[in-house]
């Protein structure tokens, strides 16, 4: 097992919306689980051999538990369907640690949250703990219709949370309006599906918001992980030297080559499988490194980015 995997017992699961379920997570033997930060996610390795990011939405105080939220998707590809129809509680499963590629901004002196649907887990996980640490910050919290939107009436309770139910209000809701809205140095985050995210971040670059975090679940446009033309790929710690053939993804060769790439869902989402540039420019194609980040060119998703030029370093 990869050092980083670690084996969870399933301790519960509940109804928390239509279609959606809260799933808990402990140690077998009681022990705490490794720490994380809000905004962190965890790759479920499941039964049928899928291996699905959920994002945590517990307190990051909690030590004794992971609990993540899935939601029951008419277009699953095996993840969220298996979590509904065959996970059972006392179920042991693989896990990865968890790792954070939407973490908070706690410096801010306002936080601006809007959640989409299931995009809401890790969202209220950084609600409560902004209000935990006494932070300003506000939610808006979207979803087709209340009886969808898991954890409603809990949040909708509090001050500074609005909602936008889209049968309600006959509507999406207008992200344009809202966005202009508010004091342009805070920091904005946002998760959902696909379509709220793209049209977030087109206002927000419209707007020339400069504090943009966003968190993807699925890629935003279908990603070709492979190039047409070879490459090299040296690997400075291995003192290897490979060659990525046209039609083979990066981390498919690296894993070839038998070099132990930790990954997951390998379609450039979940950062598993993030490693080091040491030289090259890669082609970057995943959903998780942000603009400037990507513009560093210091890391990149092996499981869908390549190459622009001939030759790659990597700290492998
Ligand atoms: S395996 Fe998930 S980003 Fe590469």
Redesign the pocket.
Known sequence: MNSSLISVRVQAMRFEAQGILSVELTAPDGTALPAFAAGSHIDLHLGNGVVR?YSLLNPPTEQHRYVVGVLNDRNSRGGSRYVHEQLRVGTTLTISAPRNNFPLDESAAHSVLIAGGIGITPISCMLNHLRSQNKSAELLYCARSRAEAAFSATLLAQPDVSGHFDNERGAPPDLRAYLASKPRDAHFYCCGPTPMLNAFEAICAELDLPNVHIERFAAAEQVDAVQSDEYVAELARSKKVISVPAGKSL?DALLDAGLDV?????????????TKVLEGEPEHR???LSKSERASNKTM????SGCKGRRLVLDL
């Open positions: 990011s981390l930790e990954h997951s869902c390998r379609e450039g989402i979940c950062g598993a499988c993030e995943d959903g998780v998703m092996v499981c869908v």
